[in-house]
């Protein structure tokens, strides 16, 4: 249709490749083929505007990294920061106290000079309780030692003059150690025990058998210059001032 340009051909951009072209996937259309829209220009194809550098691509600065990123620890919290519930205080922190330097005087030792006891200042006092308990103490053992007792000011028997669950409180072991007791060389105060009264099988019978053979029982044996003060339900409990020191006999 167009008769061959004038003008030469301009040389291929690319050369033609080696490579053997590759089989067409579809065999060739039986139709003829469409004139081009276009016919070809007549002006040679333009050179490329920046040739290719002749210098190599540099390498990267810095290899990528083979270890993979780490997950951080902890994500950041979404809550605000809480503000401080003390503020910090303008004063100075005080010093600590310093030790004490020198140890504190020794204690004042007792006095050397003190007057040497006599008759008017010293009181001689002997105790016994929980006894006579059987046949052997009633008969030997409380007789020999309240025989034995000698130059004190009184006695006090504290209580428990039987062992009510053995003697079940009869009257025999009662008036046995108010014998035993009027034998003493010394005024005697007796005081109610558990096994005297209360742990035995009647209460009122022990409080009747205790008022029979000890009640006063110093005023009625003896003579003395002791003013006693008595009190409680059987007269039981006692106390009196002897030499500047007051003595007490209590019934709890």
Known sequence: ???PSPMLTAEPTNPPSTVPTAEPTNPPSPMPTAEPTNPPSPMPTAEPTNPPSPMLTAEPTNPPSTVPTAEPTNPPSPMPTAEPTNPP????TPLPTP????????PTPPPTDLPEPTEDTVTKIFFIAD?????????????????????GDFLVHLGDLMFAMKDRCREGAYSIAAEILQKAKMP?????????INDCPSIQHGEDMWMKYFHLFDKKHWSHSFDVTRWGKLNESFGFLHKRVL??????
Request: aromatic residues 8%; charged residues 20%.
């Open 1 to 3: 249709t167009n008769p």
């Open 89 to 92: 205080s303008p004063m100075p």
């Open 99 to 106: 030790p004490p330097t020198s140890r504190p005087p020794p």
């Open 131 to 151: 006894t006579p308990y059987s046949d052997k103490e009633r008969y030997n053992l409380m007789p020999n030692h309240i025989d034995q007792l000698e130059d």
């Open 188 to 196: 005697t105060f007796v005081l109610p025990g558990d096994n005297d």
């Open 247 to 252: 003595f007490l006999g209590l019934n709890m």
